[in-house]
Structures are given as C-alpha cells and as structure tokens.
C-alpha cells in the first residue's frame, strides 16, 4: 500500500505566478518520480465548501493522508495542522516565507516584518518537521527561535520544464527589442531582488536589461517599484507576465540578480540549468550552493557588478564555461534526488523518526 501524502499550497490559484508556486509545482513533480501518491487538497470532496457539507452530515471535513506537507502560511494551513496534529499524522511545514525575505517585497512589508517573525516563530513550531531549502534559512529559522525539527533540502529545479528554450530565443528577442548581450532577470519584480541595482546598473552600462515577471502597480506595490517600472531607463524591458518562462532563458545571456536576501533562488538554478553565465549579490545564502569563478560571478557593490558585466560582455569564453560548470551544478539539484529525499522523510516521520 503507498504512502499517502497531502501536498498542500493555500491560496494556490493566486500564487501560480510566484516562486512559491514554482517550488510546491516542482514538489509534486518530484513525488510523481517516487510511489507517494499525492493529494493536493486536505478537504474532503476537494474544496472548502464541500468539505464543510461533508462535516454537517458527519463525514468530516478532511480528505484522507498518512503524512500533511503544507507549503504556505494561513489560516487554511493552520487548520490542517490542527487537524494533523489531532489525528497524529506527521506534519510538515516547508518554509517559503521569512521575517526576512518578506520585508521589501511589498507595500508597507518591511514594517510588517517583525510581527511576522513572532506569527512565524509559533506557527513553524507545530511542525513535527520544519524544511527549508537553504543551511542559511535553517540558521534564520533557529534564531527566532523556532521549536521544533529542522531540516534543509533544496528546492530543486525542473530541467525537463526547460527543454527547448534555445528556440524561442529569436522569437523573443525579437518580441522585447533585445540585442547584443542580454542582461534579465526571471520572476517577480521586487525591490528585494535588487531592483534599484538593476537598473541603476542598466543605467550606467549599454547592455540591453530585460527583466521577465510580473510586477504590481496598484496599491500593494512599492514606491520603488512604480518608480522603476514607469519611468525605466532606455535600455530596460520590464516584459510583466510571460506565458513561457523559457523564452525568457533563450533571450537572455547574463542571468544578473542583485538579490538582498533569499532562501535559495529558483530563477538562479533554472539560469544554469540553462547553460548561463551568472553574476550573483554575494550574500550568506549563495555560498553553500554557488563558487565564484567557477559556476558564477558574486559581487558586492555596484562597481564589482559593473566590472562583471564588462567582463562577460568582452570574454565570450569566460561566458561559456561559467555556463557550462553551471549546468553541472543544476544537475545535483535534480528532482529526481528531491524526489527520493521527499520520500525518505515522509517514511521517517511516519516511522516515528526525524530524517537526518
């Protein structure tokens, strides 16, 4: 008889767009390698409503599952954790979401921030296993501190999803104006993720600089972000919404992210996975995945990303094998080891055991 695990994402119509949509997506995609069979929904019937018809008639409100893995941190989370820990089935609790990395990511989030970190601290505590995908956020985690198991794995990266990007490189080009060396960005547009850098950068430099993701211009969205987003320099693409992320790695040919403060970084290790020359913020995170000089470039002022660029613009060889030891450096994130660590963990727990 399989394991039977809930793969949990909250509010996940609205967070298909984010990286935490992208990381349970490459969960399931990894699950779907192993003999766990997933459910995505906790409520019996597949949607609130129906769970709570099932309740009134006394079927219960949950679905069934061995193990509860829930990617987000609401109110729903919260109930299905309640309801784990009532049933004594193993909960895990991946962490997307930092006091950290919140903080300017959107309107007024930066003064949100610490009382985030109190809800943050008693809510990963439940946890029978806290995952995260970084050493660095295991350290962050432990320092509020959290009381409860916790465990890093990497977040992966989906090569398969990938494939093909090389053809829709002219297409795309073409559709945003790009030539030349292409410095871009993938994902939201945030402050955060070194907005301000980048097109400070761009500003200073004759690169074309596209930046593929959405971005927000309505009341939740930063100054920072109106400011740039309306009024960017000349030789800056903000593309918003594409609807193949691959063009976007075909188009592109330095993958420039002036980041602050992540977990890990998806967009980074679909860059290499795509064979790019990386220049990356140098900061606590990046160090246990990434080597300057060998599968990147990190940088700390906004000099050093200058020189960077100038360097990769006129040493193409330097270029390629940059991408070529990134692409190695991809393949040890593959789903198919995440998939089996996945497993392993669900097994562990139901055993009674912490994994290791």
């Not at 409520?43 to 009134?56: D, E, F, Q």
């Not at 660029?309 to 991809?330: H, I, K, M, S, V």
């Amino acid at each position: 008889m399989s394991l039977r695990a809930l793969n949990y994402l909250e509010l996940e119509s609205q967070l298909e767009r984010s990286g935490i949509g992208t990381a349970a997506r490459q969960q399931r995609a990894a699950l779907s390698r192993t003999d766990v069979e997933v459910v995505t929904s906790p409520w019996r019937g597949g949607s609130l409503p129906r769970a709570t018809l099932s309740a009134a008639t006394g079927r219960g409100a949950f679905a069934d599952f061995d193990v509860a893995h829930c990617n987000l941190i609401g109110p729903g989370t919260v109930a299905v954790a309640r309801h784990a820990t009532a049933e004594g089935i193993p909960l895990v609790l991946h962490t997307h979401v930092t006091r950290e990395d919140f903080a300017e990511s959107f309107r007024g989030s930066s003064a949100v921030a610490p009382a985030l970190g109190r809800y943050l601290r008693w809510f990963y505590s439940q946890a029978d296993l806290v995952l995260c995908p970084s050493e660095y956020t295991r350290s962050v985690l432990e320092s509020y501190p959290v009381d409860a198991p916790i465990r890093s794995m990497t977040n992966g990266v989906d090569v398969d999803a990938l494939a093909g990007f090389e053809d829709l490189r002219g297409e795309y080009r073409e559709r945003y104006d790009l030539g030349g060396m292409v410095v871009f960005a993938v994902g939201n547009v945030f402050e955060r993720k070194g907005l301000t850098t980048f097109c400070e950068l761009a500003a200073e430099t004759e690169y074309d600089f596209a930046w593929f993701g959405p971005y927000d211009t309505g009341p939740h969205a930063s100054k920072t972000v109106r400011r740039w987003v309306s009024d960017p320099p000349e030789n800056v693409t903000f593309t918003g919404w594409v609807d193949d992320i691959r063009g976007a790695f075909g188009a592109g040919d330095v993958y420039l992210f002036p980041t602050k403060n992540e977990n890990q970084g998806i967009a980074v290790l679909e860059a290499m996975a795509c064979g790019k020359a990386v220049v990356l913020r140098d900061i606590p995170v990046f160090e246990e995945f990434y080597t300057h000089g060998e599968d990147c470039l990190k940088c700390s002022t906004r000099a050093e990303f200058r020189r960077a660029l100038e360097l990769l613009e006129r040493n193409p060889a330097l270029r390629r094998r940059l991408g070529e030891n990134a692409r190695a450096t991809a393949a040890e994130h593959g789903l198919d080891r995440v998939g089996e660590r996945l497993e392993a963990t669900y097994e562990a727990l139901l055993d009674g055991r912490v994994p290791e």
